[in-house]
């Protein structure tokens, strides 16, 4: 075939000419909006780029086309990025991470300590291996990008809740069954501090507590309400504090699930009573797990503190809310503020200045309500919602107030099956 090009000048010129009645459909056969010009140079076609969107707005969709994945998948750009796979075959030894898993899932702190086990493995040599030993429900999803070889999963009815000798019992169990090297828990208030006490005064280990520079040969703890630093040997069981290592991130992990064979519970002497009703204000700011916080997109005082009753949320603000009176300066979220690690932190009419997202760094989802989609609280938050805040808290408490309602009454009905 003669690679000779062949113009069409009247296609050309049709193409050009964009009143023209066969206009778009010379241009549509045109791949990727390029056409040969008059002179021979290949031309971009600007009017091509993008599509109409269903609210009739042309959009430009600068990925080029990889938006396109089906609805709830992540797009083939992101598909593409696969970490690379670190795969340990029949390890020789294993570090041992008992995760806090708050509400099922990971926290920043178990992450961290997954970080610091493979530094551990690193140091250390051989065929090492980290195991994830979780209690009771997991939600997690992530198991494998947050660095876990091996997943031991104890789950049943004599874990749940607080349980901490059924679970002692169960530890010194995967102490006889695998080779442990080490045992890292998280010196935190979810129950890491407590079972790795327990766990060492079953094994008869001296554990290290707020460490939080660890090698294999030595171990730095804080001391005296941090005041100062204890160095001492690495024990074997670590109770760490967050920061202690780096979050795994540019691998991916087997996280393949193991077993324990035969655990035998005693009867508990503690008996797990569920959850008492706090005041969520009486939490203090840096521990609260779910947080309301308002700033100067609240108009209306009183529906913003009974919307954060409704809810069972901790009040938080931002300075200017403070600043104006509205909220006392304990409440006050930011750099000059509390710095806070809740699960979920609702933000209404917070713009999302850089001093409050100090604050909010550790925070796992953020929920902006304001009336600026534009504003950087919007760009943080994993759901925004766009509106007035008076009338979004309105409907909020409504919802609320119908979803309490109907699962009283479900649960009303599974009694009365029950009976
Ligand atoms: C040294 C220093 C330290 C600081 N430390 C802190 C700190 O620790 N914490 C802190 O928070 N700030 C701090 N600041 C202040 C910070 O810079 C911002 O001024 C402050 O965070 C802004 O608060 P805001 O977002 O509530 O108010 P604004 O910036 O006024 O934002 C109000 C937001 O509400 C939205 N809005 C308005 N009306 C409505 C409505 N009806 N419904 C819904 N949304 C609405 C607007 O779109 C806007 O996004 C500090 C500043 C300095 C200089």
């Given at each position: 075939?003669?690679?000779?090009?062949?113009?069409?000048?009247?296609?050309?010129?049709?193409?050009?000419?964009?009143?023209h009645p066969l206009h778009?459909?010379?241009?549509?056969?045109?791949?990727?909006?390029?056409?040969?010009?008059?002179?021979?140079?290949?031309?971009?076609?600007?009017?091509?780029?993008?599509?109409?969107?269903?609210?009739?707005?042309?959009?430009?969709?600068?990925?080029?086309?990889?938006?396109?994945?089906?609805?709830?998948?992540?797009?083939?750009?992101?598909?593409?990025?696969?970490?690379?796979?670190?795969?340990?075959?029949?390890?020789?030894?294993?570090?041992?991470?008992?995760?806090?898993?708050?509400?099922?899932?990971?926290?920043?702190?178990?992450?961290?300590?997954?970080?610091?086990?493979?530094?551990?493995?690193?140091?250390?040599?051989?065929?090492?291996?980290?195991?994830?030993?979780?209690?009771?429900?997991?939600?997690?999803?992530?198991?494998?990008?947050?660095?876990?070889?091996?997943?031991?999963?104890?789950?049943?009815?004599?874990?749940?809740?607080?349980?901490?000798?059924?679970?002692?019992?169960?530890?010194?169990?995967?102490?006889?069954?695998?080779?442990?090297?080490?045992?890292?828990f998280p010196d935190s208030?979810?129950?890491?501090?407590?079972?790795?006490?327990?766990?060492?005064?079953?094994?008869?280990?001296?554990?290290?507590?707020?460490?939080?520079?660890?090698?294999?040969?030595?171990?730095?703890?804080?001391?005296?309400?941090?005041?100062?630093?204890?160095?001492?040997?690495?024990?074997?069981?670590?109770?760490?504090?967050?920061?202690?290592?780096?979050?795994?991130?540019?691998?991916?992990?087997?996280?393949?699930?193991?077993?324990?064979?035969?655990?035998?519970?005693?009867?508990?002497?503690?008996?797990?009573?569920?959850?008492?009703?706090?005041?969520?204000?009486?939490?203090?700011?840096?521990?609260?797990?779910?947080?309301?916080?308002?700033?100067?997109?609240?108009?209306?005082?009183?529906?913003?503190?009974?919307?954060?009753?409704?809810?069972?949320?901790?009040?938080?603000?931002?300075?200017?809310?403070?600043?104006?009176?509205?909220?006392?300066?304990?409440?006050?979220?930011?750099?000059?503020?509390?710095?806070?690690?809740?699960?979920?932190?609702?933000?209404?009419?917070?713009?999302?200045?850089?001093?409050?997202?100090?604050?909010?760094?550790?925070?796992?989802?953020?929920?902006?309500?304001?009336?600026?989609?534009?504003?950087?609280?919007?760009?943080?938050?994993?759901?925004?919602?766009?509106?007035?805040?008076?009338?979004?808290?309105?409907?909020?408490?409504?919802?609320?107030?119908?979803?309490?309602?109907?699962?009283?009454?479900?649960?009303?009905?599974?009694?009365?099956?029950?009976?």
């Amino acid at each position: 075939m003669s690679d000779i090009i062949r113009r069409d000048p009247r296609a050309e010129w049709i193409i050009r000419n964009r009143l023209h009645p066969l206009h778009d459909q010379y241009a549509n056969q045109e791949e990727g909006g390029e056409v040969r010009g008059p002179s021979g140079l290949l031309r971009k076609f600007p009017h091509k780029v993008g599509f109409i969107g269903p609210n009739g707005i042309k959009r430009i969709d600068r990925l080029k086309g990889n938006s396109s994945a089906p609805k709830g998948k992540r797009s083939s750009a992101a598909q593409e990025v696969q970490l690379p796979l670190h795969k340990v075959d029949s390890p020789e030894y294993y570090i041992m991470v008992v995760a806090d898993l708050v509400g099922g899932r990971l926290t920043g702190h178990d992450k961290d300590i997954l970080g610091l086990a493979h530094k551990l493995i690193a140091e250390r040599g051989g065929n090492g291996a980290v195991v994830a030993v979780c209690f009771g429900e997991v939600k997690e999803e992530h198991f494998d990008t947050a660095g876990v070889d091996r997943l031991l999963h104890i789950d049943g009815e004599a874990f749940e809740g607080y349980s901490p000798e059924a679970r002692v019992q169960a530890l010194a169990q995967v102490e006889a069954q695998y080779p442990v090297k080490q045992w890292l828990f998280p010196d935190s208030i979810h129950g890491g501090c407590d079972l790795a006490s327990r766990l060492a005064a079953r094994l008869g280990e001296r554990p290290a507590t707020q460490a939080w520079q660890v090698n294999v040969e030595q171990t730095v703890s804080r001391g005296a309400s941090a005041s100062l630093d204890i160095t001492r040997k690495t024990p074997k069981i670590l109770m760490l504090l967050e920061e202690c290592a780096d979050a795994i991130d540019e691998t991916r992990h087997e996280a393949t699930p193991i077993t324990l064979d035969g655990v035998s519970v005693t009867a508990p002497t503690i008996q797990d009573q569920g959850l008492m009703d706090v005041d969520p204000n009486a939490i203090p700011m840096a521990e609260a797990e779910f947080i309301l916080s308002a700033g100067n997109g609240i108009h209306n005082w009183d529906q913003f503190h009974d919307a954060a009753k409704v809810l069972g949320a901790t009040e938080g603000a931002s300075r200017v809310a403070v600043d104006d009176g509205f909220m006392p300066r304990s409440r006050q979220v930011g750099a000059t503020g509390t710095w806070v690690t809740a699960r979920v932190y609702i933000a209404v009419g917070i713009s999302g200045a850089i001093q409050h997202m100090q604050g909010i760094g550790q925070v796992d989802k953020v929920v902006a309500i304001n009336t600026d989609a534009g504003c950087d609280m919007v760009k943080r938050a994993a759901l925004s919602v766009i509106g007035d805040s008076e009338e979004i808290l309105g409907e909020l408490m409504k919802l609320t107030a119908e979803h309490k309602s109907t699962s009283v009454s479900d649960q009303a009905e599974e009694d009365s099956h029950a009976a």
